[in-house]
């Protein structure tokens, strides 16, 4: 497996709070033919969505991937509306096996990866371990991943979090990336934290 390029930043540490440029979203595989099957969905669209309007008012990278495309189809409009996303196809269920999506991350030193989508026992959980066992800073919010089996996203989520992966939800990440009502975006902020799910 292709290794990650080490930089010259201090070590990663789980309990340091996000940088806005040393931390990449990762949206996993919300494709057309995957996502209508997976519990929740409405609900767990509406929390990725929320990630994405905070990441793009802060100024946060934003990578998207698909797995099988031809097969399952493109990422649903609603998340995948900003096309400069850079998009990495896969056939298999960790994108950290593409040599582009490693180069991508290399690029950026990122150090922290918010890691959401579908499915949370598979493609999530497969991306999140190789991207630990590599260093990397893993965050997962329990409101913004999911499976079509309530067992099987529940399982994924603890052994995620038992293999080194850091727990949080949606506003969690969203205020922990704003940091603090000072600053000039907090007013847009605020009006994606108060934005309420309704089925």
């Given at each position: 497996?292709d290794?990650?390029v080490k930089?010259?930043r201090?070590?990663?540490?789980?309990?340091?709070?996000l940088?806005e440029?040393?931390t990449?979203?990762?949206?996993?595989d919300?494709?057309?033919?995957?996502?209508?099957?997976?519990?929740n969905?409405?609900?767990?669209?509406f929390n990725?969505?929320k990630l994405?309007?905070?990441c793009n008012?802060?100024?946060v990278?934003i990578?998207?991937t698909?797995?099988?495309?031809?097969k399952?189809g493109?990422?649903?409009e609603?998340i995948?509306e900003?096309n400069?996303?850079?998009?990495?196809e896969k056939m298999e269920?960790s994108?950290?096996?593409?040599?582009n999506f490693?180069?991508?991350?290399?690029?950026?030193n990122?150090k922290?990866?918010?890691?959401?989508?579908?499915e949370?026992?598979?493609?999530i959980l497969?991306?999140?371990?190789d991207?630990?066992?590599?260093g990397?800073?893993i965050?997962?919010?329990?409101?913004?991943?999911?499976?079509?089996n309530?067992?099987?996203n529940?399982t994924a989520?603890l052994?995620?979090?038992?293999?080194?992966?850091v727990a949080?939800t949606t506003e969690?990440?969203?205020?922990?990336?704003?940091?603090t009502?000072?600053r000039?975006?907090f007013?847009?902020v605020?009006k994606?934290l108060k934005?309420s799910f309704?089925n």
């Open positions: 497996m290794q990650f930089d010259n201090s070590p990663i540490n789980n309990n340091d709070l940088l440029d040393e990449l979203l990762l949206i996993v919300v494709q057309q033919k995957l996502i209508n099957n997976i519990k969905n409405k609900l767990l669209i990725i969505k994405i309007d905070t008012l802060l100024n990278r990578a998207i698909e797995q099988n495309p031809l399952l493109k990422t649903i609603p995948a900003n400069e996303y850079p998009k990495f269920f994108c950290s096996k593409k040599k490693i180069n991508y991350v290399n690029e950026y990122f922290n990866i918010i890691v959401c989508g579908i949370s026992h598979i493609c497969q991306t999140s371990i991207l630990l066992q590599q990397l800073n965050l997962i919010p329990r409101d913004a991943i999911g499976s079509r309530e067992i099987d529940d989520f052994r995620l979090i038992l293999s080194g992966a949080s969690s990440l969203i205020c922990e990336l704003c940091k009502s000072n000039k975006e007013r847009e605020s994606i934005n309704s």
